[in-house]
């Protein structure tokens, strides 16, 4: 990858760092991101972006909302501006609870529930009371990135579970539970995206969630299960929870960032009794409380507008974009190969043989289009033959664009490989060293 002026100032930071040598082992396992290194030029409005996961928040009523707001704050702004409780806010743990009935669960309480700084503190925390350093987690391949550098931070062994198009396999997930017990390994949980998964956009079948939490249950492994998409389904369909099937093997995440907005940077929780309590006591070291301010915007938001309306909206739009996003991608590259998604905001897209993703990448900046590369949804270095397309943020004429210019890209590798045997970066990866692995949402 050609150096951007981000690599070289990271380059620049490492040289000078005068506490290079000081930091402790798991800060040598965090890595730059290597979608921020392009970030700045990414961004700019000529270039199409089909990187981020962020979605599009042009449908909310935020003029209606900021009034509400304000009257919130005059009512109780001495109780939003002031340190809360750990597990949250009580109200809103009492509100979360009809949202997770669309997905089938309907057995939790408040108190079972713990609020979080977005379900990525709730990665941290539920990694920070489980895992020692050498301890394994099993993990989808590929995997969601924020999560796999959870992991890598907490020294975590992250051992891949396979993925078809009906999501995990039930026999991989076996079989790796199996192999490391038998290496001798502490096999800690299973974390897993059940719904519309990132960056693989396959859903798990329904046929298949029992036969996984037989497995978990067998083996006494616990599962951490990732929701944030589950209820962005194009035609409204929903999938049962596996948390609605098994009380006490399933630590549940879910979050309002993909459903409302993520700015609020709120998302919740449901664990067992003893796993909560500990939940409870790490996001206090953590953190001490989430932000009243935050819980209360929310919790304004859902006690005055019509969320599910809202919900609908918002699948009816990544619909429409996942539509423009999958007939550009057949109409200029019917070579390539993808499942198309039923939901999500993701589409995994397999290149031609001899082409690599991340030595592509500037190309493709060049060309005004960014996408992730594969490489960053594993932590084994493989996934160069992938790329992650988000058509979350675009619109369908900017997504029909983007995939214009990346299919120029792609077929101008092409015919380089096809001359030359490769696709024309002799070391794809030069700043392995510095910047190792890419950190996206
Ligand atoms: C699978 C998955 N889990 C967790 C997160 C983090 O969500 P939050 O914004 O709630 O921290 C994301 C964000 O993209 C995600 O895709």
Redesign the pocket.
Known sequence: MSETPTNASTSKVIRNDPWFGSYAARAEAMRASEIRALFAVASRPEVVSLAG?MPYLDYMPFAELSELIAKMMVDKGDVAWQYGSAQGDPHLREDVLQIMELEGINDVQPDDVVI????????DLITRIMCDPGDVVLAEAPN?V??LGVFQSFQVDVVNVQLDKDGLIPESFENAIVEQRALGKRVKFLYT?PNF??PAGVTLSVERRPRILEIARRHHVLIVE????GLLGFDGQTYPALRSMDAENVVY?S????IIA?GM???WMVAPPGIRHKLVLANEASILCPSNMSQFTITTYLDNFDWRRQINDYRGMYKGRCEAMDSALREYLPYCSWNKPRGG?YIWLKIPEGLDSRAMLPRAITAKVAYVAGTGFYTNGEGSDHMRLSFCYPKPERIQEGIRRLASVIDAERQTAELFGTSGASDPHPHDSEVPGPQ??
């Open positions: 996961g979080t700084n977005g379900s990525q503190n709730a990665l969601y924020g999560a995206v998964h990132n990732d929701n944030p998409y995440l979050s309002f960032s993909k993520p940077r709120i998302a905001f996206v949402i």
